[in-house]
């Protein structure tokens, strides 16, 4: 709204033409975000104990987990509500309203937030720690990729790399995959609010490394829709991508001023509402920026944790043992004896790498 308003008082007064800028918006979104969730944090927190809202610790697993989580149990979740909040807010103001790319992020980030939230109710409502069963659950998300591979195949970022995906190291080849780019998206939504929803274990350890994530993404938003920038990393061109780069500013600014409450020993944890909502973020705009596969680097860290889940199951089920003391990863370390926050700061710098080595292969791709 501001945006509009900046465009609308700059031919009274020159100086409104800074509120017009990309980067300018992208330093104002982080700020917006960060104040409101600072401001707004300790009353959405009092609101949260003032209803009861505290986390359930499950303990059938790994007793000696539970011993060492015991003291969180009865700890406000939901908190995911302040991120969104903070995010729709700074993104409202800030970017330009009329950009169609903005919606679809919005709109699926709100969609996976309010499944995330169901979620939450339902544990809490039934005070254990499953709440939404898997069915439902997974056709939420689903339904989410659904929605936006349709109107994506019908209406393209890009006309020129329509319905194609960009192959890791292979310089200008794009996988056409026709109507089952529908499904791929599908996928890329499902799988990213999923690993998130994983990591989301240990006080700070998602909500930081989306922080990075969020700013990988940011960076290149601003990348694909600057022309001189994308000839030159040869990478497509996405003119209304820019207005993504505000997005990612608002999720990050929001994400911090979650952290601030969030790190250990926690005040609130983001729930489901939280990480579904991140995660399913991060999928869109990797998708919106045409940098889907990509995402396997840059959230490299979610991967990790989904990856070592899956290997988990599969052992357990093919070869009657485990391989980790416990999945996701970051519990194998704890009963390994590393503290919560040497897990939490050590997976920071690995999230932080793998983010850093994603911006560093635009110029290779």
Known sequence: MLYHLAELLKQYFSGFNLFTYITVRFGLAIGTALLTGLLVGPAVIRLLKKLNIGQNIRNEEAPALHELHNHKAG???MGGLLIIAGTLSATLL????????????MGAFLWLGLLGFWDDYIKL???????????????????CGLVLGIHLYNNPVT????NKIDIIVLKDFYLPLGAFYILFVMLVLCGTSNAVNLTDG??????GSVIVAGLAYGVMAYAVSHFSISTYL???HIPEAGELTVFCAALVGASLAFLWYNCAPAEVFMGDTGSLALGGALGTVA????????????GGLFVMEALSVILQVASFKIRGKRIFLMAPIHHH???????????VVRFWIIAAMWALISIGTLKIW
């Open 75 to 77: 700890t406000p979740t």
């Open 94 to 105: 800030w970017a330009d309203l009329s950009n169609r790319l903005v919606w679809l992020a």
């Open 125 to 143: 409502r039934e005070k254990r720690s499953l709440g939404l069963r898997s069915l439902p659950k997974f056709a939420g998300q689903l339904l």
């Open 159 to 162: 006309w020129e790399h329509a």
């Open 202 to 207: 240990l006080d700070g350890l998602a909500i």
């Open 234 to 236: 040869n990478v497509p």
């Open 287 to 298: 998708v919106l920026v045409k940098k889907e596969l990509l995402l396997v680097i840059v």
């Open 333 to 343: 370390f704890e009963l390994k004896g590393w503290s919560e926050n040497k897990v």
